[in-house]
């Protein structure tokens, strides 16, 4: 079965300039997570999507940061503009909503962006 | 203070037990995991305990959890250098519908 898939796995980028991350989850995970990863942190939760509703965005910064998953499956994250504290490790993950499983988060391997 | 909090490293010799600690403030929680991640790499699960239980054991790995102190342990026998890592603690509080609350890691080394 594959992964979380994740996409570009390095950006590097000047301030002020947009970028945008995408994520295609595992096959018929309906919830689907985006983290930021500041170095030397854990993984904070910028939004959650139940299929493709946004149930809790409460971390998001909205007036640069915007997300969407239309179809309910893969799902982009966009900054715009960027700015120099942006740089961190962006991590998508997803979980199924079944008994017992739903607690499981399976994370992709991040884009690593820098912001120069 | 932070909601979870861990050590920030820890040393071990290959072939000993590697025992990685975290505290946690929300009585509420309900869910308790440990994350295992490789340089450039996401976040691995490796475990996971409901709140309702003091012991879970899968293979190298045995996870304690002391509900009254709010503590947590993963403890790793036989550690091999390939288990050298950042292991990262988390909380899932009641009510959060799985949203999850990591502490800053615990690096481990292993060294031959």
């Known amino acids: 079965e594959a992964g979380v898939v994740q996409s570009p796995r390095y950006k590097i980028i000047e301030k002020k300039q947009p970028v945008a991350f995408w994520c295609n989850p595992i096959?018929?995970?309906?919830?689907l997570y985006w983290y930021r990863q500041n170095l030397g942190q854990g993984p904070e939760l910028l939004i959650r999507?139940?299929?493709?509703?946004?149930?809790?965005d409460s971390q998001l910064p909205k007036d640069r940061f915007s997300a969407e998953r239309l179809k309910g499956v893969d799902s982009t994250l966009k900054i715009q503009p960027a700015e120099l504290g942006d740089s961190a490790v962006y991590l998508c993950?997803?979980?199924?909503?079944?008994?017992?499983?739903?607690?499981?988060?399976?994370f992709g391997p991040g884009t690593r962006l820098t912001v120069t | 203070g932070e909601d979870v909090e861990q050590s920030l490293f820890l040393s071990v010799r290959e072939g000993d037990s590697s025992v990685i600690n975290c505290t946690y403030t929300?009585?509420?929680?309900?869910?308790l995991y440990w994350y295992k991640q490789e340089p450039g790499a996401g976040l691995q699960l490796l475990t996971y305990?409901?709140?309702?239980?003091d012991m879970k054991q899968d293979q190298r790995l045995t996870v304690l959890l002391n509900k009254k102190d709010k503590h947590l342990s993963l403890r790793i026998a036989d550690t091999q250098t390939g288990d050298s890592a950042i292991y990262f603690c988390?909380?899932?509080?009641?009510?959060?519908?799985?949203?999850?609350?990591f502490g800053k890691g615990t690096k481990l080394s292993v060294k031959p």
């Open positions: 305990i409901f709140s309702n239980m």
């Open positions: 988390a909380e899932s509080k009641r009510g959060s519908q799985g949203n999850l609350i």
């Open positions: 999507y139940e299929n493709e509703e946004a149930v809790d």
């Open positions: 929300d009585s509420s929680s309900t869910y």
């Open positions: 993950a997803s979980s199924a909503r079944s008994s017992g499983s739903q607690y499981e988060q399976y």
């Open positions: 096959s018929g995970h309906n919830t």
